[in-house]
T-cell receptor, first 116, second 112 residues
């Protein structure tokens, strides 16, 4: 079926506003990852979901960042009181259940967030 | 804390050349290593995944090797083509968690 999709592709907001970024993983993939990529850098891990639960949120930079995956499929990354330093490309990836040893990640095209 | 570096940061070669991209990691207790390519303004495309028990993986003109003990992986591209121009990133998953740690990438330009 389709690959990982992310919406919106671009988001411009003002400092202090709230934003939501959406990720639709590949059907059947129970593992979902969020990353943040700044210009010229590799992606930086934010949070990992296994099913509905956040199994590892150690990469979230502070409590302004939060992510949910209520039904174990679509995930939303939420950023409160945005700051200019939050400007980056936010990438989502999914993979098959790690318990099966299938760790290959498939990435979406990303959401480019610009905070003015 | 795992750190991943990639050398060179950028590489420009004429079409047809064979080339090697390097990836180094500081903690050898890895579960696997994955190579990706990223085109400008796009997401990442998976190229090869090497499990920690493997020494290499091949796909078409690409060959990736893994030497865990020395903390190194190489991506070999044979007979390079202009369409290979992209940024190549390596990422390692260690044994402690579920996240991948990425290198900064090597920006490859293959000139026609």
């Amino acid at each position: 079926g389709a690959g990982v999709s992310q919406t919106p592709s671009n988001k411009v907001t003002e400092k202090g506003k709230y934003v939501e970024l959406r990720c639709d993983p590949i059907s059947g993939h129970t593992a979902l990852y969020w990353y943040r990529q700044s210009l010229g850098q590799g992606p930086e891990f934010l949070i990992y979901f296994q099913g509905t639960g956040a199994a590892d949120d150690s990469g979230l930079p502070n409590d302004r960042f939060f992510a949910v995956r209520p039904e174990g499929s679509v995930s939303t990354l939420k950023i409160q009181r945005t700051e200019r330093g939050d400007s980056a490309v936010y990438l989502c990836a999914s993979s098959l259940d790690p318990g099966q040893g299938a760790y290959e990640q498939f990435f979406g095209p990303g959401t480019r967030l610009t905070v003015l | 804390k795992q750190e991943v570096t990639q050398i060179p940061a950028a590489l420009s070669v004429p079409e047809g050349e064979n080339l090697v991209l390097n990836c180094s990691f500081t903690d050898s207790a890895i579960y696997n290593l994955q190579w990706f390519r990223q085109d400008p303004g796009k997401g990442l495309t998976s190229l090869l995944l090497i499990q920690s028990s493997q020494r290499e993986q091949t796909s078409g003109r690409l060959n990736a090797s893994l030497d865990k003990s020395s903390g190194r992986s190489t991506l070999y591209i044979a007979a390079s083509q202009p369409g290979d121009s992209a940024t190549y990133l390596c990422a390692v998953k260690d044994n402690y968690g579920q996240n991948f740690v990425f290198g900064p990438g090597t920006r490859l330009s293959v000139l026609p």
